[in-house]
């Protein structure tokens, strides 16, 4: 996983900086807000947890319209709580939750702090560490929104908060008791971010 996401790094960092005038890098960390899904005697949970990752820009016009790529990663419990089968909330397995979107943000570049929208798409991969349950991949769609302030033309800083919304989550399968249980629909992620703006080219 971790090969991949270089190497899609290092290629979007060089179509950046082959074809547009300006690329910008942001490293960020942040905080992701857990997620719950509930099913028709309990819950399945997604805890609360600290986040990180990258986001990459890239110019599409002259008015503030640009490509928003990125990738976040968490590293979360989770928990279910089962009327049936668990009397209190119990851990299932830890996971780690990456997400790699691709969309567009609208920067208002009239001043010199520069908020944005922007919506997003893509797939998230659930990868529990306990190998007794399986790893999924689902659709995700996303929206952000944000501010930007540059200290310099190669140095800022950003401020966002997003909202991910994997579709069909049901990513891990249980069974308690000798009888199966597996949950499924869209969660809704909110998280909270700043990074470091390094803006490459002209």
Known sequence: MKKKLLTLSLF??????????????TPQFGYQVGAKYNFYNGY?????SEQYGVTINLPINNY??????????????????DRFEFIRETELSKISVNHFQ???IQVWQNQDL????????GFTVFSPDDSSYNSSTKF?????????YFFSDAIGI???TQLLMPIDWGGVYIYPGGSSVSVGGSVLQLTFSAGLILALGN
Not at 12 to 25: N, V
Not at 44 to 48: A, C, G, Q, R, S
């Open 12 to 25: 979007l960092i060089f179509l950046g900086t082959s074809f547009a005038q300006k690329i910008e890098i």
């Open 140 to 148: 995700t769609i996303g929206m952000t929104g944000g501010m930007k």
């Open 44 to 48: 399945l949970k997604l805890t609360d």
């Open 158 to 160: 950003r401020l966002q």
């Open 114 to 121: 520069q908020p944005f929208a922007g919506l997003s798409g």
């Open 102 to 104: 691709f969309g567009f």
């Open 64 to 81: 503030g319209l640009q490509a928003d790529v990125f990738w976040v990663m968490q590293n979360a419990d989770v928990r279910i709580k």
